[in-house]
């Protein structure tokens, strides 16, 4: 078994680090929240608290799962001159692939690896193992990984360099985006016409517009209101902000990611920063 610190306990940290620990690494673990690393000592036997950045860099693997590039920069940074070659950091937050290889540059210069490993599948597959995760990196670093990965994921996909991963998960997620976008629209204006809206979503279920809001979010976290997927709606305008400002960079036109990533910040600001992703069902009625 390796020796891994686990950064960022959050809703999906948690239950990965605690997939980890229960297949039997040892694991140190370390959050913004005191009360939350302590929580989950309380409730993971032999798991300790990161003492330094020194204790942090001499593990196997250094796990990130954290908000944004911005905020992994800011934790990786200290952690540099206490790396060594053998130790390799993964990557699993939702960031910035143009950041993501800056970092990845920086890591790799202390003789250390970096890969990136995002995941999707939200909080439920967090919970029981099977998320998808897209890994970008060198093959042989990737291939070191995989036995901590396989801990967390069933569908593990080596997607390209370094930084790819963080790539592909920002255009997952606009496509996501987009499709909860079309269904929410979909289903007000069928509601307008007379179509009871169980039916719009049964029936879109069964046909060529079967998306993951159809099948997951519809009628699980919009139509009755709950909103509560466990998925922010800050965390997905920044994801689809990411995407629209790749295609960008690679001069590639996105002139639907481009609404999407405005209509979703525009939501975001107006809903406020603990909004649901699930609630643009309710801001696209009213937009």
């Known amino acids: 078994m390796s020796k891994i610190a686990f950064i960022g306990l959050g809703m999906m940290g948690a239950p990965m680090a605690h997939l980890l620990h229960q297949a039997g690494h040892s694991l140190t673990v370390k959050d913004a929240n005191p009360a939350v690393v302590a929580q989950f000592l309380s409730e993971h036997a032999g798991a300790t608290a990161a003492s330094s950045d020194e204790q942090i860099a ?42 993501t290889r800056e970092l990845a540059a920086k890591v790799n210069a202390t003789g250390a690896a970096l890969i990136d490993a995002p995941v999707s599948g939200g909080v439920k597959k967090a919970v029981d ?9 060198e093959e042989a ?18 997607v390209g360099r370094v930084a790819s991963g963080h790539a592909l998960k920002a255009l997952n ?51 009755n209101g709950a909103f509560n ?46 909004a649901d992703h699930t609630e643009l069902y309710r801001y696209v009625q009213t937009d």
């Open 58 to 99: 001499s593990n196997d693997f250094i796990i990130t799962m954290l908000p944004s590039s911005s905020i992994v920069d800011v934790v990786v940074g200290p952690l540099l001159p206490h790396l060594r070659s053998g130790t390799t950091i993964i990557e699993m937050s939702s960031a910035d692939p143009m950041q």
């Open 129 to 137: 193992g099977s998320l998808a995760i897209m890994v970008g990196g």
């Open 141 to 158: 670093n990737v291939k070191a990984c995989l036995p901590v990965l396989e801990s967390m994921g069933w569908n593990i996909t080596h």
């Open 173 to 223: 997620n606009y496509v996501s985006a987009a499709a909860l976008i079309a269904t929410a629209e979909a289903i007000h204006a069928g509601k307008a016409f007379g179509i009871d809206p169980i039916t719009i979503v049964d029936v879109i279920q069964a046909s060529t517009g079967r998306n993951n809001t159809t099948e997951n979010k519809a009628k699980q976290y919009m139509l």
């Open 229 to 274: 997927s466990g998925f922010s709606l800050a965390l997905q305008a920044k994801d689809v902000g990411i995407a629209a400002a790749l295609g960008e960079a690679m001069q590639v036109n996105m002139e639907l990611g481009k609404h999407v990533a405005a209509l979703t910040s525009e939501a975001s600001e107006s809903l406020g920063p603990k």
